[in-house]
């Protein structure tokens, strides 16, 4: 698997249960739009919750643009975890269709 994955990729793995998502973003961006079926560690607490992520799936982090999720993306391989980034984060989810929750979601 690529380091960088589309969305429409990250979709294609989510749903059928090949990776954990993790969003890396403020909470209060995470509570107006978000990728069902995610789950939350702001990048600022990524270095303490490593530990109870899980190595034996590969992870997808994903944020706002890509950016920040990158950062943990690379920081996560380097620490020898299956972790990639979703490129063009959740603009480019939107963008391509692809659906948040709650329903009327947005990015923030």
């Known amino acids: 698997m690529e380091p ?15 990776v954990e ?3 890396v973003r403020q909470p209060e961006e995470r509570e107006v739009g978000r990728i069902a079926g995610d789950s939350h560690v702001e990048l600022n607490e ?12 590969p992870i997808v982090f994903y944020c706002r643009s890509g950016a920040r ?7 996560f391989r380097g620490a020898g975890y299956d972790a990639h980034n979703m490129v063009g984060g959740l603009l480019d989810w939107v963008a391509a269709g692809l659906p948040l929750e709650p329903a009327d979601g947005y990015v923030a």
């Open 4 to 18: 960088d994955l589309t969305p429409a990729q990250v979709a294609e793995l989510l749903a059928r249960g090949e």
């Open 21 to 23: 998502l993790i969003d």
């Open 46 to 57: 990524l270095g303490e919750r490593a530990p109870s992520i899980p190595r034996e799936t």
């Open 69 to 75: 999720s990158a950062m943990a993306a690379g920081a």
